[in-house]
């Protein structure tokens, strides 16, 4: 079982000669190896630890929470080179954050262990947790899963490798694509994680992304980052920032590295695959029924465009009237209102879902769909925004009532 | 019905000399006529008109939405001299928002009939509308309502009042006290409404009080900006502002204006009745299960810890978990973490359940009181903000799934 794919692709802005890889994971991209294992850190007896890790040289990009109480496996990541990462162990159940001194020596310990048993140096080998905040790990268990973790490599471990990182997702969001270049094809494999606490910069996720092609650690970087702004910085399911927020991408590729014209489409192609990624997490936003992508345009500036998306997204009246299938612009207008605070209100306002107005009679329709649009014109300027947003439901109410207890 | 009283006493910050009068409405104050009456407007034919007038000349203090895309009635309002105000007619089941320029021409002539049917001065009255933003008023129905209002106004009809300004409330939240002043005693009354689309600066909320103090109209502006920050200012249900949220205070009294510590203690008074009021919204916020006062203490400033405040409050997480009773304080650093971004991380971080800790065994039972308090330190400064929020349940987005359909 994986999440099934984002239906509306024209959402994914992918570049030619991106292709989804049926059946692909992490472990598709040459080079890399993977295993998910269970191991008693979630009740359930679900896998809950993984390591990925390229078996070659690699460079890395690296993207962090800026909450400013980060887990402590975030503490432990900003002390290393974000561009000499090559593999990361992970485990979910537990998020190891605001545990402190302990903390930092666990997540230390659990980067340690599983290096040593790939031979590998600690400073390459990232660590990530997500779970419940606020408890101790039990390190026993943690040392029992990196060991069997470890034993389990394989070139095939990536579908387990993406179930290991899940918490309250509904499946497991992997897949695969292929990239052309002008120097030949690369392949970009991607697990994700993530269904509530989630909202832009960043959403709370945790996405490790491998391939085979061939970067500079700069430039990677670099595409990194931009991949982000185009993706897991435009999704929300509920408007809070995890503490654990982490984007890592390997590149293991030993040829010459892609530079200009290359560079450029690979950043595209990345910026795609991780959009992919940040869709399907709405999708599997906790208790969602609906994906709306809301395009904000007319705005002053493009921020004021994020601004005013953000309030319409984040909305739990907005919300639970896309669970209804309810076209209650009144309170699209109300947040946009809000969002405006301090400035004149706009001239002109117009909204449509799918392109229908509110008072279509085929506008029920549209709402029924599992993904569609709602545009919203102010008609004061060129910004524009696009957001992607859950819908608050009765599940998500249950999920977050019992979730601990 | 009303709602039932604050059972925290101690929240309300009460002056020595006020006190409750039991049964009591806008009506009790000397020379106020009210009533309330059902022309429609409703589908449940409940009341939802309302006048509140007072018989004597009197001055007034109002403080209005700051949303950028005000309801008509708002528009209007900016317009009228705000301390002249001797009058109000209310509707509920229709706000008249986001209805133009023929919404306003609606809302003008609600107030000129209203006035007319009174003998008063157009400019004296005040109008307001709640309920579904984006529809057109059905005039004749609104001129209908407003003729039987106007021959039912009565000194008994408070209670009519209060009723008729409701919507999605569980009941109508209103009545009297007694305030000594050196001068003498005066009387305070109150009717509000109050349940969703509610959050500070200011809760989406009606709000009139009247009384047969005698202030200067610049005394009594003063004072109720004053009430509203320490009332309505520091409430939340779910984090949206209303485009037609309005506090309008209507002063009778004919005597000596009161000044210097009548004035003071009037203030504290006005700003304790508002309190009053403004928990009973959050008590009877949408779905509402649950009131909690956040303190926030030890923040750098005391906007900082509004921040604070404010991001715990809103947290869909954290009212889940307020819902589920489940003392999941993760989340609560959580939403600390995410407010404080940009600085550095609190050096202490502390919290309780009315004075108790997470992990107590006790927690429990706090958390299945109505009201209780969650304390928050941070040991950064001197920084303090107290906030009251309501939980996130089922019935919040059963509410607001169907609230139009």
Redesign the interface.
Known sequence: LTFPPVGRTDWIGAPDGLALLPGGSVTTPDGFVASGVACGLKESGNRDLGILASMRPAVSGLVLT?????AEAIVRAKTLDPGGLCAIVVNSGN?N??TGAQGLADTNEMGQRAAAGLGMDPAAMLTASTG????RFQMDVVRRGIDLAVAGMSADGGPHFAEAICTTDRAPKAGAFTLELSSGAVTIGVASKGA??IRPTMATMLCFVSTDASLRAEDLQRATASATQGSFNRISV??????SDTLLVIANGQGSPILGDDLARFTRGLTAVCRWSAIQMVLDGEGAEHAVRLVVEGATTDTEADRVARAIG????VK??I????A????I??????????????TE?SLSFDGRA?DDADVGAVMALTEYDIAVTLGRGPGRSDLWVSD???A??????????
Chains 1, 2 share one sequence.
């Open positions: 800026i909450n400013a109480i980060p998020a954050a605001a419940v905040i606020g408890r509530g606490m509920d408007g809070q920032m995890s503490p984040d909305s739990p009246l639970s009237a669970y209804g299938r309810d209650n612009w009144g309170r207008s109300q947040a946009v209102g809000q969002a405006l605070i301090g400035s004149e209100g706009p306002f509110a608050l439901t009765h998500y109410v249950s999920l977050n009532a019992d979730y601990t207890t």
